[in-house]
């Protein structure tokens, strides 16, 4: 990708399983977005975390960044048939880029 | 609020058409950004505006490719010619980057439910 990879590229749980995916990115980061597509429609942004920030919590969701490492993971907890989409990670495209380029994705299953 | 509209949801042509593919961003943004999305490449950036000005389109692939914003609310992306190697979902995405410049890392961007482009 232009800018950074997820891991695993495809993951399939059972409903109320947690689902980790992992994300690293190439340049440096004021921060780092997580997006979630479904299929067929446009990505929606699900959470921000700041560079100097380690962890961040969204309801189910769970978000850590290793900037040492170039490195995010989110993680989803007790899964939902609904979560199933694929994942993004964003992140900025350079020292003061002014656009946002994203992984590679993972697509999550979760089988009811 | 409507958020981002594209048109249309889907474009089936023949190579050598002209295809135009359009965006309306969300009101008071003033980022525009194209990303082109297939199974081999991902999501690729293509170009972006700022205050209808583009300030990046090194991600646009060759000339065939163009893309204007003749105002806030308005753009467009044309293929000519479009050869099947173009056949992708284009999504458009707004946001609203702060005067410091810094604002792409900090607002979300808002995309539309793209336009599925297939050249036969």
């Known amino acids: 990708s232009q800018q950074g990879e997820e891991d695993p590229q495809a993951l399939s749980i059972q409903e109320g399983e947690n689902a980790t995916m992992n994300c690293s990115y190439k340049t440096s980061i004021n921060n780092l977005q997580w997006y979630r597509q479904n299929s067929g429609r446009g990505l929606v942004h699900l959470i921000l975390?700041?560079?100097?920030?380690r962890e961040k919590h969204s309801g189910r969701l769970r978000v850590t960044l290793d900037t040492s490492k170039k490195s995010s993971s989110l993680l989803i907890t007790a899964s939902r048939a609904a979560d199933t989409a694929s994942y993004f990670c964003?992140?900025?495209?350079?020292?003061?880029?002014?656009?946002?380029?994203f992984g590679t994705g993972t697509r999550l299953t979760v089988i009811p | 609020d409507a958020g981002v509209i594209q048109s249309p949801r889907h474009e089936v042509t023949e190579m050598g058409q002209e295809v135009t593919l359009r965006c309306k961003p969300i009101s008071g943004h003033n980022s525009l950004f194209w990303y082109r999305q297939t199974m081999m490449r991902g999501l690729e950036l293509l170009i972006y505006f700022n205050n209808n000005v583009p300030i990046d389109d090194s991600g646009m692939p060759e000339d065939r490719f163009s893309a204007k914003m003749p105002n806030a609310s308005f753009s467009t992306l044309k293929i000519q010619p479009s050869e099947p190697r173009d056949s992708a979902v284009y999504f458009c995405a707004s946001s609203f980057i702060g005067r410091s410049g810094r604002g792409v890392g900090n607002s979300p961007l808002h995309f539309g439910n793209g336009t599925r482009l297939t050249v036969t």
């Open positions: 964003a992140s900025r495209g350079g020292p003061g880029a002014n656009n946002l380029f």
């Open positions: 975390i700041r560079s100097n920030e």
